[in-house]
Nanobody, 121 residues
Framework: QVQLAESGGGSVQAGGSLRLSCAASSILSSSVMAWFRQGPGKEREFVALIRRRGNSVLYADSVKGRFAISQDNAKNTVSLVMNSLKPEDTAVYYC???????????????WGQGTQVTVAS
């Protein structure tokens, strides 16, 4: 089974920054890696994705211009740099692997356990 492990979560003040990392046991050349998040009392939502081959990226409108997704192919890791954090960014952030260029969680087969991000106002 493919295993994903997130790290880098924590608590910051509004306007601060955090860098999340996702270590994957396996990423195929055809894989799409994505970040989702789920805030308290809210449904899980798409944040960003990156295609393993070609580095195509896509962001949710709510984070566009503030977050940046990247990958290190040699290390099988995916990162999410979060700047200008807002209280509404508070959520558990999940790393996921799929095979389609999609913003739907239903198209991702493998998930990490999540890492907590808390943004205080």
């Amino acid at each position: 089974q493919v295993q994903l492990a997130e790290s880098g979560g924590g608590s910051v003040q509004a306007g601060g920054s955090l860098r999340l990392s996702c270590a994957a046991s396996s990423i195929l050349s055809s894989s799409v890696m994505a970040w989702f998040r789920q805030g308290p009392g809210k449904e899980r939502e798409f944040v960003a994705l990156i295609r393993r081959r070609g580095n195509s990226v896509l962001y949710a409108d709510s984070v566009k211009g503030r977050f940046a997704i990247s990958q290190d192919n040699a290390k099988n890791t995916v990162s999410l740099v979060m700047n200008s954090l807002k209280p509404e960014d508070t959520a558990v952030y999940y790393c996921a692997r799929g095979s389609q260029y999609s913003t739907s969680q239903l198209d991702y087969n493998y998930w990490g356990q999540g890492t907590q991000v808390t943004v205080a106002s």
